[in-house]
């Protein structure tokens, strides 16, 4: 018989007890968990995006859970492990697609269990991997949240490069106070969310998905804003609840939106746009369907 208190107190309790045998290399990467007492009629599902880890749900997570929901960040496989990782040592990111869809069915299933109705959200690459369960598990998933998800670069000639090459990248920022993750990649890790990211694009134009809410900015140098358009146009033929924004670029906020310690200053407008749109009543509230800035 299910018991609510027993399910999130098992689920904190693994989530310690494998993050602890990695161990972490900060303890920002852990997973985080926002439980409240009871089941909530909403539970929110967030993926963190590539290298990083949950922290980056942080400041959304403690705000829908003041909202009065559940919230789980879990660690991705491979992520937020301790080493001295670089070129000749690259961090231990899986390089088969197979490990994040299993990861991501596994805590879908765990999401459904704490409450009525089941939101996933993603950052990045995490954004993909939401954005794939949205199109293949619709049925689990009330709405999907979409942060400047990775379907393709802002480049062609990097996306052909991504597609190929077998080097070791280091982040720009990787210095950036905000950052707890990994400061480089192996090219071939990021390769299976391109190839992830086109057949969503793909799917989205002869498949409905769950409704959907994607944010982009103008001043985000990492994702094709383009695509994250195209992206909407599709879902939105068949869930016309779906909402498109992108902030303008005199706002200046980064591909790393998520916490004001990575460079959204305006995180504020983030959160409201998101609980505005999970709450809405589109009986009556008239969407959105497309407001792009500047």
Known sequence: MFDYSTTIAAISEQARIREEALPLRHEKCGSKFFFQPHPTPKVFLF???????????????????????????????????????????????????????EFALEWLQQGKLLGEKLIVGGYSTGGTLAGWLAQNYSQDIEKTLLFAPYLGGTNKLVDWLVAILPFYYEWLNKDNPGNFGYKGFAIPTLRLFLDMGQEILDQAKTTPATPMLIISSESDQATNRQEHRELFQAVVQYQPTSWYHCFEKSLNIPHTMMTEAEGNQYLD???TMVKTYVESDFQVIANWRETVGG
């Open 47 to 101: 993926f963190h995006g590539f290298t990083a880890g949950p922290y980056q749900f942080e400041p959304l997570g403690e705000a829908l859970f003041e909202a009065g929901y559940n919230v789980l960040a879990p660690l991705q496989p491979g992520h937020g492990v301790a080493g001295d990782w670089d070129g000749d040592n690259p961090p231990p990111l899986p390089t088969d697609r197979q490990v994040y869809q």
């Open 269 to 271: 407008r983030l959160i």
